[in-house]
């Protein structure tokens, strides 16, 4: 068993608190990222786990063992650095039975497992070469290969993707993915990237100035997002978001953005107040038929921008005096000065409480 | 990938348990790793300067019994000494001068070498030698060239000047000093040369790009890029040799003998004569707790900036 | 439009860096050379008038006496293991202290600091003590004596240098390691240290150089059985012009393995001279 219980962990240099105070469970075979900007405490978290930190406080449990005072290497954990970290002495061969070596494994077994990774990620004919003579796309799989040789309890990720171009970026997104699937095992997943978080994760948790601000699947996330940090870090574009009025008019709930007024088709709870109301790209569309969908509302729009992107395009215009963004069809042909009605799908917006930015 | 499941890859497990030892060795890693340069130098260093403070105070002399407590008798002696005075003031003074000899010379030399041009390892090699020569052999080479009647420099010089030159370089007071410089700057103006010259060569090339297209003179460049960014690799350099300078012996030893008479007594051969040709080894502890002292200060107030100044 | 008058350069004419390294040139070369010829000079020539550029019957009379008569072969010999020994033990513990600083910043900013004002610690003040402690314990005029007291002496550096060293190589590879399963001696021994070789490799030849090269401390504690090539030259002070040759011939000697191996290493130069202070 493989779980991953952290509970009460925190970490501080100095007066500097890195990570304060995370609860975390992460059962067996689960592939979960830790994402977040700079300076969140997501490598900190997981270098942590890994050993390569010691914990201030708190407790790290590993397949139901607390490993706060085992080193690294007794931890049978593998760990995926952003610079790849490969010996640069030793041929691809010799970096990927390194750890079987430090642990008096036979020659032929070290051989043959190392034979069957190599196998597993294309590299067999780079074995005898040596790390500067790789591509970086390349190096990482040969990292990647010194993980997974030795089957380790857990994964850990340091942002491995990084230093990789945009198109190898998606390539190495998408086998890191399929690994998964093949070996299930639990992975922990450092990024500030929200696309991979998004498409790796099995469980996202997002992590600002040391705790986390919400954890949960990825969809989770990204439709119920619980405060306006989660709306704005997840979807790109990003979510706009506009400050409004939560109101009770006699016709029912409305959010109040200076002369307009968007019905809402739930009322929210608590009474009439400043609110924000978070609104993504999607959730705004040309007006399609006479009247608007269920739950949406229609408002006339004067668009000022347009991006093209070749499968949508997107136009900002002014809702009350905020910019906001529609996605548009690719080929609606649109120009800047054009007047247009918009669709507002109100049922899946996002409304956050002003004074504390949280999510109502 | 393939798609095949990782049937011969089974976990590897934990490796071999540590053995006591092992495992202690590792939880203080950090400190068994410093200890043996520490106890050794607490043993050649620290034991034998705390020593020499003791002997400072006590009457230990080769030629005169006991070793009876005098308090701060052999420090009076030095003080008192108007040799010890003036090795003090010839040592600023020979130190001082080369040095700052050396690093006008040096950054000359440097501004020379910056631009890339054919040829330049060669001679960058040349010019380094000098460095990696003992400071006795350097005296010995300088001796055979300046000393009467064998060196040929009085020949030369009277080629030269069309009159008959007759200097004694190593005896005659005011040349032996120059003698001595000489020698000194022949030495170490490489020392200067290369660290300047990897200062110049650390300042981006596009602030002059810039300065050109600006308009900015030659002159002006160099006031206003090159020595703002020269100026810690200067004070690095000037540090340093200052530091070694103020030791001056080897070159004395040989050239000159402390000679004639006391003429060229720096601070270090000043002590080395009490010491070992006096047999005054107190006195020679105590004045040299002196001169100790006024290099701390100094290496402390440089040093500690040096270290806080440098990223590295 | 006519094209715009050539600006000043930014820097001197090339005819002025030509003389400037002309000179220091022929600066550099002349005391060398002179030295050269005076070592395979016939006796005869010395006091020639003109001096003697290049003797018509070079010799290596003086070469032989140098190294026999006045025991510069053994000199040359115990500096070569005098140095060796100390500067094997100087990068050795100079290394391990080096990589307990640069990782875990050991001792703080103390220790460092600690170490770096030995290097300009004015031998004067440790010889005395050392003589006479050496006497105590039978170490004068020991090659052991020598070793240690060389291994102090080019410990500063060493410790510099490699700490230099080991501060710009990335830790990631060290904690793969770690993670693989080693213990932090295994990770240094198998990871850093390779790693490191070149730097190590640096600091030992300006070790090397600087024992070589080093008078003081031999004058004082050696004497008939473990005396260093540099103070056999002692033998030629205050000759009435007999030993030239021998002084010379001795000093070519001792030059020719000290440059050879300078100017192999001038690479980590910049490094070495200002304590690793500074990158090359």
């Not at chain 1, 054009?338 to 956050?352: K, T």
């Not at chain 2, 530091?243 to 051969?269: C, E, H, K, N, V």
Request: proline content about 6%.
């Amino acid at each position: 068993m493989a779980q991953v219980r952290i509970a009460g962990l925190s970490k501080h240099y100095g007066s500097f608190e890195a990570v304060r105070g995370i609860d975390l469970d992460i059962p067996d075979g689960e592939f979960t990222v830790l994402v977040g900007p700079s300076g969140c405490g997501k490598s900190t978290l997981l270098r942590t786990i890994a050993g390569l930190e010691e914990a201030s406080d708190g407790t790290i449990e590993i397949g139901g063992e607390i490993v706060n005072d085992l080193r690294p290497r007794d931890r049978d954990v593998a760990m995926v650095f952003q610079d790849y970290a490969l010996y640069p002495h030793m041929t691809v061969a010799r970096n990927i039975g390194f750890g079987l070596r430090a642990r008096k494994m036979p020659r032929a077994e070290v051989a043959a497992r190392v034979d069957e990774a190599a196998r597993m990620l294309g590299i067999t004919r780079l074995l005898d070469r040596y790390p500067r003579q790789l591509s970086g796309g390349q190096r990482q799989r040969v990292a990647i290969g010194r993980a997974i040789v030795r089957s380790p309890r857990v994964f850990l990720f340091d942002e491995p993707l990084s230093n990789l171009d945009a198109q190898l970026r998606d390539e190495m997104r998408s086998e890191i993915k399929r690994l998964h699937q093949e070996i299930a095992t639990t992975m922990i997943y450092v990024t500030h990237d929200q696309i991979e978080a998004m498409t790796l994760a099995d469980r996202i948790v997002l992590m600002r100035d040391g705790l986390i601000e919400q954890q949960g699947s990825p969809l989770e996330l990204f439709e119920r997002p619980v405060s306006t940090f989660v709306a704005g870090f997840l979807g790109s574009p990003r979510m706009s978001i506009m400050p409004g009025t939560l109101a009770r008019t006699g016709a029912g709930p409305v959010i109040r953005l200076g002369e307009t007024l968007l019905p809402l088709p739930r009322a929210p709870a608590g009474d009439e107040r400043p609110v924000l109301l978070g609104l993504r790209p999607e959730h705004l569309t040309r007006a399609q038929g006479p009247a608007p969908a269920e739950g949406s509302c229609r408002v006339e729009a004067v668009i000022e921008l347009i991006q093209p992107t070749g499968s949508r395009s997107y136009a900002t215009f002014r809702l009350a005096g905020e910019p906001v963004m529609a996605e548009l069809q690719a080929h609606d042909v649109s120009r800047p000065g054009e007047r247009m009605e918009i669709d507002v799908n109100m049922a899946r917006a996002s409304i956050f409480d002003a004074g504390t930015e949280r999510a109502i | 990938m393939t798609d095949t499941p990782i049937a011969p890859l089974r976990a590897a497990g934990a490796p071999p348990r540590l053995s006591a030892l092992a495992a202690w060795s590792d939880r203080n890693f950090k400190w068994l790793m410093v200890a043996p340069a520490v106890a050794l130098i607490l043993a050649l260093s620290v034991y034998p300067l705390l020593f020499s403070l003791v002997v400072s105070f006590i009457n230990y002399d080769f030629l005169i019994p006991g070793h009876a407590f005098v308090g701060f008798d052999n420090f009076e002696r030095v003080i008192a000494d108007p040799v010890a005075r003036w090795s003090l003031v010839l040592t600023v003074f020979l130190s001082g001068t080369s040095v700052a000899i050396e690093f006008v010379l040096g950054l000359f030399v440097a501004l020379a070498m910056v631009r890339s041009f054919r040829g330049r390892g060669l001679i960058m090699s040349i010019l380094i030698v000098p460095l990696f020569i003992s400071p006795v052999i350097v005296g010995q080479a300088w001796t055979l060239l300046l000393q009467r009647p064998f060196g040929p420099t009085n020949y030369i010089l009277s080629q030269l000047l069309g009159h008959e030159v007759t200097i004694s370089w190593l005896t005659e007071s005011p040349w032996l000093y120059i003698s001595l410089i000489v020698a000194d700057v022949w030495q170490w103006t490489p020392f200067m040369f290369v660290i300047l010259l990897a200062g110049l060569t650390a300042i981006p090339p596009n602030l002059y790009e810039a300065a050109e297209l600006d308009g900015v003179g030659a002159w002006q460049a160099f006031r206003a890029i090159t020595l703002p960014h020269l100026g810690p690799m200067m004070l690095l350099a000037l540090t340093f040799r200052l530091l070694d300078a103020i030791r001056l012996f080897d070159t004395i030893f040989i050239m000159t003998g402390g000679g004639p008479g006391t003429q060229t007594y720096t601070a270090s051969y000043y002590l080395y004569t009490v010491g070992f040709t006096q047999f005054h080894l107190s006195q020679a502890t105590a004045g040299s707790w002196l001169f100790l002292i006024v290099t701390a200060l100094v290496v402390v107030a440089l040093v500690r900036r040096l270290l806080r100044v440098e990223p590295v | 439009m006519a094209a715009p008058a050539r600006r000043r350069r930014r820097r001197a004419p090339p005819f002025a860096r030509i003389l400037l390294l002309g000179f220091f040139l022929v600066f550099v070369f002349v005391p060398l050379y002179w030295m050269f010829n005076t070592s395979i000079k016939p006796s005869d020539d010395y006091l020639a008038i003109p001096p003697v550029w290049f003797p018509d019957a070079p010799t290596l009379v003086h070469y032989q006496a140098a190294l026999f008569t006045y025991r510069g072969l053994e000199g040359l010999i115990n500096s070569l293991i005098i140095s060796l020994s100390a500067t094997v033990l100087s990068a050795l513990l100079g290394t391990l202290m080096a990589y307990s600083l640069a990782r875990f910043n050991t001792g703080g900013q103390h220790l460092s600091f600690w170490v770096l004002s030995q290097r300009f610690l004015p031998p004067i003040g440790i010889v005395l003590p050392v003589f006479l402690i050496y006497r105590n314990l039978g170490l004068y005029d020991t090659h052991l004596g020598m070793i240690f007291a060389y291994t102090v002496f080019t410990l500063p550096v060493s410790v510099w240098m490699m700490f230099a060293y080991f501060r710009q190589m990335p830790r990631s590879m060290e904690e793969a390691a770690l993670v693989d399963g080693c213990t932090r001696w295994q990770a240094f021994l198998r990871v850093a240290v390779p790693l490191a070789a070149p730097g190590i490799v640096a600091a030992a030849v300006f070790a090397f150089i600087a024992c070589w090269t080093e008078f003081f401390f031999a004058l004082i504690l050696t004497s008939q059985n473990a005396f260093t090539l540099p103070t056999v030259f002692r033998a030629f002070i205050g000759f009435q012009g007999a030993q030239y040759g021998e002084a010379a011939a001795l000093a070519m000697v001792s030059l020719v393995p000290s440059i050879a191996l300078g100017v192999l290493a001038q690479r980590h130069l910049v490094r070495g001279l200002t304590l690793g202070a500074v990158r090359g």
